[in-house]
């Protein structure tokens, strides 16, 4: 009575079918990624030691460590973040919580997804001639970085936005109800609500522009600088541009090197990701809803 | 005049976009009683509750005409400011709507908006947070754990906070769009219960679906149909012996 039936031996034959195909598409997916890491830590790994990573290249970058590229890379992140994020977090504020929903905002948010979509030479284009021309800052760091801004603001407009919007609509409803102004009831209720997923998504976009290497080649990041910048007017080097330098540029650089610095690189991203993983674990802990 | 009425609008009407929900309403609502609105769904009950705290505006494409004054004072137009028309008319929702804060800090985050003195000291803290919980016959179940978030009660004790909530900025009109609706029998009867206890101190406005509790639990009723007011007198006399005929078969059950 119970029995399977010939249809239903077919459709189990076609279940599996369907399983293994997206299973076999998520390894497409992971497989690199694995192969990636294992690479860069198998061949990079024996470069990296304390030395590799507090000293200077040295004999034509064939030697000596990344410091200055290391130091580089965390300078621009760091002013491209304090440029990005209050711009960025308040415009989101701004289409999230007071802007209307008319033709004028619905162009904006084009607009911020269309921006999320040039390609970053492009952006590079546009520094170029923005900061360091027509502003005069020069090949320097705070060109670099305001490059790297413009680039992470639509992404973090539209990450913030949405932490924004994950808020619900009932706790707004509660406080204007009792009076509260929408300026005491996003400092209250929406932003202590929203703030971990806000800094989640700031948090990846630091990652992502830590890797960038085209919008900073023009405009602030150095082939080779003997020595630390001093401030933001200085160029300096970065860990991506380097990476490119050394493995197309310059000759006679020994195979682990370029391994070595993609693997410091990849380290640092790994690990402002995990900060952040484990930051928003922690906040979400602290949730009241 | 002696005592102006807590609410009393006239020839109020309101559209939603070109839909017109509300045909020349006039009500008088007296002061320091409970009125219940009923009314089958989409009668304009819920509309014209929300209309006198002005949250109809929010929508957008709500347009208005006529007046509605709160204890003689219009609470449309140019000089009026909408932050002290939601400060004075305080307003209770279907579904209890506590904010994700402590059961302390919801009590005392009306008060903290509109406080126009000195910030108070814990001690004048304490005292408004356990007048207010007293007064909604909450103080007993929470006192020992007012740092604990809102969201945790049970919904009962949500809906009781929410109406705590709003005391402490001394409204002198609460407004109450089916308060009991999300509750169950008991929690249903508890909030009943203070409803009652707040009537003389507060004028209180409440949408029911539910005409037993109508019938309980205010003293007049006004019955509303299509939009329109269809009549409005004390609560025993319009369940008694209803003037107009439709009132008469909405409450014996014949639509709804």
Known sequence: ?289 | MADPAAVQTQAFNLWYGTFQALYDVDITVAAGRITSLIGPSGCGKSTLLRSINRITERLGYVRTTGSIEVYGHPIIGPAVSLVQVRKQIGMVFQRPNPLPLSIRENVLFGWKLHNEGPKATRAQEDEIVEQALRTVLLWDETKDRLAHTATGLSLEQQQKLCIARLLPVKPRLLLMDEPCSALDPKGTEAVEELIWTLRGAYTILLVTHNMAQARRASDDCAFMLMGRLVEHRSTNELFVAPEDPRTGDYIEGRYG
């Open chain 1, 1 to 289: 009575m119970f029995e399977a039936r010939p249809i239903n031996r077919q459709n189990q034959t076609i279940e599996r079918i369907w399983r293994g195909v997206f299973l076999a598409m998520t390894l497409v997916l992971v497989i690199p990624v694995l192969v990636i890491l294992g690479v860069l830590v198998v061949r990079g790994g024996p470069m990296i030691s304390w030395a590799f990573l507090t000293t200077e290249p040295t004999n034509g970058m064939t030697e000596g460590g990344v410091l200055p590229a290391l130091l580089g890379t965390i300078a621009l992140v760091l002013v491209a973040l304090i440029a990005s994020v209050p711009v960025g977090v308040a415009a989101a504020v701004y289409l999230s919580e007071y802007a209307a929903d008319n033709w004028l905002t619905r162009t904006i948010n084009l607009a911020i997804i269309n921006l999320a979509g040039v390609p970053s030479i492009v952006h590079a284009l546009f520094g170029l001639g923005a900061f360091v021309l027509f502003f005069q800052f020069g090949t320097s760091i705070l060109a670099a970085s305001l490059t790297l801004a413009v680039m992470a603001l639509p992404v973090v407009i539209v990450s913030t936005r949405e932490s924004l919007q994950a808020v619900p609509m009932a706790f707004r409803e509660a406080c204007w109800n009792m009076g509260a102004t929408r300026w005491q009831t996003i400092r209250t209720v929406v932003l202590p609500n929203s703030i971990s997923g806000i800094l989640t998504g700031v948090i990846l976009e630091v990652s992502r522009t830590a890797g960038e290497t085209a919008p900073i080649m023009f405009t602030g990041a150095a082939f080779f600088l003997p020595f630390l910048p001093q401030s933001v007017y200085d160029q300096t080097m970065a860990l991506s541009l380097h990476l490119f330098v050394i493995s197309t540029q310059v000759p006679g650089v020994p195979d682990g090197l370029p391994y070595g610095v993609a693997l410091v690189l990849v380290g640092i991203v790994l690990l402002m990701n995990s900060v952040s993983i484990a930051f928003r674990t922690w906040l979400r802990g602290r949730k009241k809803w």
